[in-house]
């Protein structure tokens, strides 16, 4: 991740343009991570990431699968490629005498983040303080989500997941451009004249 380092002076549409896309469309991720599995922390704090995310992690100089492990929205983990990291940072400002603002964001982000290495049988660490402010004890769902892998606890994943249920509803009124959906019911029962 040397290159990382580099590269995180850079903000705004300079970081945009320079980028490690490998020629992908403007923010396209160059590895989409989807689908989502449980999974059981070990005694040391470890979890079996699966095969399919594993290949979005690019290998390090020694030749580990790595990426960068950080605080989520929503209470859970991100598990960021380093390309997904650009992305997420190109929304930040990065320079070192930045406003107050972008330097606390700053703060906030890179202190709850850390370097992330896969050992030969594909397990990840999850450092104290991520597995805390996550409420990570045991059970986990990772969940693929374009550029990141989102690590759950699996309580709450299965509570975000329940109040989610009209999400379904929402991705279908956006991908057909119509609302046939009004708070979950659909529109032709909206009371309209018959």
């Known amino acids: 991740m040397g290159s990382l ?6 903000s705004g549409a300079e970081w945009q343009e320079h980028g490690r896309d490998g020629g992908q469309p ?4 160059s590895f989409l991570f989807c689908g989502d599995s449980r999974h059981t922390v070990d005694n040391k704090k470890r979890v079996f990431l699966p095969k399919r995310f594993q290949q979005g992690l690019p290998l390090d100089e020694e030749g580990n699968r790595a990426g960068v492990l950080t605080r989520g929205l929503d209470n859970c983990l991100n598990l960021f490629p380093e390309s997904g990291l650009d992305r997420a940072l190109a929304r930040m400002n990065t ?10 964001l700053q703060r906030a ?3 709850y983040s850390s370097r992330a290495t896969l050992d030969a049988s594909g397990r990840l660490l999850i450092p104290d303080k991520l597995r ?14 374009m550029d990141r892998v989102e690590i759950w606890d699996a309580a709450r994943w299965d509570a975000y997941e329940a109040s989610s249920a009209d999400a379904f509803n929402e991705l279908e009124d ?3 451009g119509e609302s046939t959906h009004a708070n979950g019911r659909d529109s032709s029962d909206a009371g309209g004249p018959a």
């Open 5 to 10: 380092n580099t590269q995180m002076a850079r």
């Open 26 to 29: 403007h923010g396209a991720p």
């Open 95 to 104: 320079e070192a005498y930045a406003p107050e603002q972008a330097r606390r």
């Open 109 to 111: 982000f890179f202190s």
């Open 132 to 145: 805390e402010v996550a409420g990570i004890d045991k059970d986990v769902v990772m969940v693929g989500v």
């Open 174 to 176: 956006l991908l057909t």
